[in-house]
């Protein structure tokens, strides 16, 4: 813009590249994760692509017990009490999963493997008929795991097995935001499974839906829609992943204090957070918990928290935070 007070005043409008509308999708953790987002047509999208694959590959790389050469299945091969090396990712969800175990008082459990297995739910699969004589106890993560930051090494003071399977997801689907941002994309959408992030908002600042699942195996409904933006949910269930054995419903989530998979009244909890990492982790803890205890943990530390609860009647709904006012329409 000219200063020159002989010369009239000329504006030259910033040039904005149109925006086109791209989905990618992929396969990761036994399920499939998804990106929809907008940006200008001169993006190299089998680039962006690869880079998308090449995080969550590398999520499933070293955090799966189902693959062999796994950071975390090296790591569960090791003796307790030694030192051993994992990478600088792993080492980031780990330091999340202590601190969200010691604000959760244990419930938040990352050494629960042998529990998961014992159960059916893990790669050995081995499966115990009768739920109410099987226990495995393991002690609050916080307790048993060591990890130094410095030198990115990790150490269990107790045989239990490293699982991460509780928070591996909401790791990923960060991990594919920070791709996206890294692309220079800041208006996205990511999931995997029923973890997602939301950044920006579409054309028109039109905010991005995600709907909370009718938790109910039989119907895969939406029962509630929310309009987002630059957050990520979490949602955690028993409604997708468990098992039947004799009058009894196993619960995939394991109560590491009692030893047993999850037997409440609580039948999904969605957790909503600035990272999936976090929404992740808050879900499964919450679900442990007993709804009461859930609902005050979440009101003392600040967590925006929907639970719904079987009953009689039908499913109850409760909350803490941003969900409150949600939860009091619904009932």
């Not at 997801?169 to 935001?177: H, N, P, R, S, Y």
């Not at 950044?199 to 028109?204: F, L, V, Y």
């Not at 609860?309 to 709904?317: A, F, I, K, T, Y």
Request: aromatic share 8%; hydrophobic share 40%.
């Amino acid at each position: 813009m000219s200063t020159n007070p002989d010369m009239g005043v000329i504006f030259i409008p910033s040039i904005q590249p149109e925006l086109k509308h791209y989905t990618i999708h992929g396969p990761t953790m036994g399920t499939r994760y998804s990106a929809s987002f907008y940006a200008p047509s001169s993006i190299d999208i089998a680039k962006l692509h690869r880079y998308l694959q090449r995080a969550v590959d590398n999520v499933d790389d070293q955090m799966s017990p189902w693959k062999k050469q796994s950071d975390l299945v090296r790591f569960n091969a090791e003796p307790i009490e030694k030192w051993i090396d994992i990478p600088l990712e792993m080492a980031v969800v780990i330091s999340q999963a202590l601190n969200i175990s010691n604000l959760s008082n244990g419930a938040f459990n990352i050494g629960v493997g042998d529990l998961i297995n014992m159960w059916g739910f893990g790669p050995d699969e081995e499966f115990v008929d009768d739920p109410s004589t099987d226990t495995l106890v393991v002690p609050p993560a916080h307790h048993v795991f060591e990890l130094d930051m410095e030198r990115f090494q990790l150490k269990r003071n107790a045989a239990v097995a490293l699982d991460l399977c509780g928070i591996a997801k909401g790791f990923g689907v960060d991990e594919l935001a920070r791709v996206l941002i890294n692309f220079d994309i800041n208006d996205f959408f990511v999931s995997i499974d029923g973890e997602i992030k939301a950044s920006g908002s579409k054309p028109g600042d039109t905010p991005w839906n995600v709907g909370i699942e009718n938790p109910d195996p039989l119907i895969r409904d939406a029962d509630i829609s929310l309009e987002i933006e630059d957050i990520a949910i979490a949602t955690s269930g028993d409604y997708r992943h468990f098992k039947n054995t004799g009058d009894h419903k196993i619960s995939h989530t394991m109560n590491a204090e009692r030893g047993l998979p999850v037997m409440s009244k609580t039948t999904s909890v969605t957790i909503a957070a600035k990272n999936c990492i976090s929404a992740d982790a808050w879900a499964t803890a919450l679900m442990v918990m007993e709804r009461k205890d859930a609902i005050a943990l979440a009101d003392q530390i600040g967590i925006d928290a929907f639970i719904c609860e079987r009953s009689d009647e039908g499913v109850n709904s409760y909350a803490a935070g941003a969900f409150s006012a949600l939860a009091s329409e619904l009932n």
